[in-house]
């Protein structure tokens, strides 16, 4: 068993595989512990470890395998000496012969058993709740158990599920708090509040999940452990449904033979300036060639979308940002970034910037002009026959756009969306937000662990582009740039002890590449 380290690389597989991996390991066990009662020690082991003094154990065991690990937890903690209460759901319902064992075995040690929730004064902030109602999935639960099920027997479920969270006793929970969908993320009840369903601990089993790693995943889980029960050779004869990212294996390093132009140029392509409704963006640009700069691009460069370029609206506001003409810049050359804080005004200049640039990041209005036009979308598909490198970074409603869908639909499968945008547009496709998302055709999807909702301001989407522009420079491919330059953007978030963090100081914040040691 070990904390994860999202700095690590570490392979995420779905329910579907994860059901594969436990036939194959119960199929090689023999005479030896069931893999349930594997789990269930590790499970007691870790309840231990993050309440070594808790007054009583409190285990909340679902008709399934999830309870059955919960049951043998429960004969572990008594056996050393804890006090220890079973919550059963529906005790006179059918289980798997596995559960029912464990089940026979905490009557026959006497351990205390219930059939309804411990009222709230019952249990104790000194306590620790070990949720272990449904693991890897309602619906399969619920069918495993209930072939009949009926709505009201789910709705009485979901209402014991959000008492244990509510009883004011950290909760540890056993693969994923229950009613999380292990693959994507989300609550399968959908009028479950996400907030008031938050673990402190979440112990997964066999295989680590990718629905723990994104979207509500990130709050509902708290501190991920993992144990494979000795099953790692056997997750090699599977191809991982994703892959944590982790930070670049090889970084980009400057020799001390080096000159500006051996670490790239950058030219970020937006900023319209204020029209006649006193709407204007040229600070995106700033933002974008800001975080360019502190990532150590060699030189960057700044296009104002505007026809006044003698107005204070369209400069740099750092000196060393170079200011170009759209016409005098060359595409082909370097790495641009188009669309941040473009406006309307971008439309125009897109596609030159697709016909002609051959390392490109999107971002912003220029996905959302992409969106609104077939042939722009056509010439954005072009780009990989024709050995071109692309990024686009959407928000969930930029790739809503995208994929003419909405966002609660790209929020409800995030892997699935990225994915789908990867194959159609042939690019790198990053999709923002808790656990982005970064899918290219024939790439391991990758869900990033970094960041937090510091980063949930304006302006920290463009130091993003930028960021990975100055990737793309420095001689990464695409998909790299792209993995580095998340990680990188999401660490700087977790590291600073600032108080409030704007997407300005956040662009200070960002590294360039490592100096080469004597």
Not at 27 to 44: E, T, Y
Not at 254 to 273: C, M, P
């Amino acid at each position: 068993m070990k904390k994860i380290n999202w700095q690590e690389p570490l392979a995420l597989f779905d329910v579907a595989q994860t059901r594969q991996l436990e036939n194959l390991a119960t199929s090689r066990i023999g005479s030896g512990p069931s893999l349930m009662a594997q789990a269930g020690l590790s499970v007691a082991k870790l309840a231990m470890a993050i309440k070594p003094c808790a007054t009583c154990f409190w285990i909340f065991c679902g008709p399934g395998n999830n309870g059955g690990d919960g049951l043998e937890a429960a004969t572990h903690l008594h056996q050393w000496g804890q006090q220890v209460r079973v919550v059963l759901w529906q005790p006179s319902a059918k289980r798997p012969s596995d559960a029912t064992l464990a089940l026979g075995k905490v009557k026959a040690l006497g351990i205390s058993i219930q059939a309804t929730r411990p009222a709230q004064g019952d249990v104790s902030h000194h306590d620790l709740c070990i949720d272990a109602m449904l693991g890897i999935g309602l619906r399969s639960s619920t069918t495993e158990a209930h072939e009949a099920a009926t709505l009201e027997a789910e709705q009485a479920l979901h209402s014991w599920i959000h008492s244990i969270y509510q009883l004011g006793a950290d909760v540890l929970a056993v693969d994923t708090p229950s009613g999380l969908n292990a693959n994507t993320g989300q609550f399968q009840n959908t009028k479950v509040v996400p907030q008031d369903i938050q673990a402190q601990h979440t112990l997964q089993l066999l295989t680590a999940k990718p629905g723990c790693m994104t979207a509500h995943g990130r709050d509902a889980c708290g501190t991920l452990w993992l144990d494979t029960l000795g099953c790692e050779d056997l997750q090699q004869s599977l191809n991982p449904a994703a892959q944590l990212n982790s930070r670049l294996q090889t970084p980009v390093k400057r020799q001390h033979a080096s000159h500006k132009g051996s670490f790239g140029d950058v030219t970020v392509i937006g900023g319209e300036a204020v029209d006649v409704r006193g709407m204007g963006m040229t600070g995106a640009v700033d933002l974008a060639a800001s975080a360019a700069l502190h990532a150590g691009a060699g030189r960057v460069m700044a296009c104002f979308l505007t026809d006044d370029l003698k107005s204070n609206q369209a400069r740099p506001r750092l000196a060393e940002i170079m200011q170009r003409e759209f016409s005098a810049l060359k595409l082909h050359s370097g790495v641009i970034v188009c669309g941040c804080g473009g406006g309307a005004t971008v439309r125009k200049v897109l596609p030159q910037v697709l016909q002609q640039s051959m390392h490109l990041v999107l971002d912003a209005d220029a996905l959302n002009a992409i969106s609104q036009d077939p042939w722009l979308r056509e010439l954005l598909r072009q780009r990989a026959t024709q050995n071109k490198h692309t990024v686009i970074t959407p928000h969930p409603l930029e790739a809503a756009r995208l994929l003419s869908s909405d966002s609660g639909s790209v929020q409800h499968d995030r892997l699935s969306a990225a994915q789908t945008l990867a194959h159609d547009l042939k690019c790198t496709v990053v999709l923002k937000g808790s656990g982005t998302v970064i899918a290219k055709s024939g790439e391991v999807p990758v869900v990033n662990f970094t960041g937090n909702a510091r980063l949930a301001t304006g302006g920290t989407g463009d130091v993003l582009a930028g960021l990975m522009g100055a990737r793309m420079a420095q001689g990464l491919s695409e998909f790299e740039a792209a993995c580095a330059a998340v990680f990188e953007h999401g660490l700087a978030a977790d590291e600073t002890n600032l108080p409030t963090l704007t997407a300005g100081k956040l662009a200070a914040l960002i590294r360039g590449p490592q100096m080469a040691s004597w």
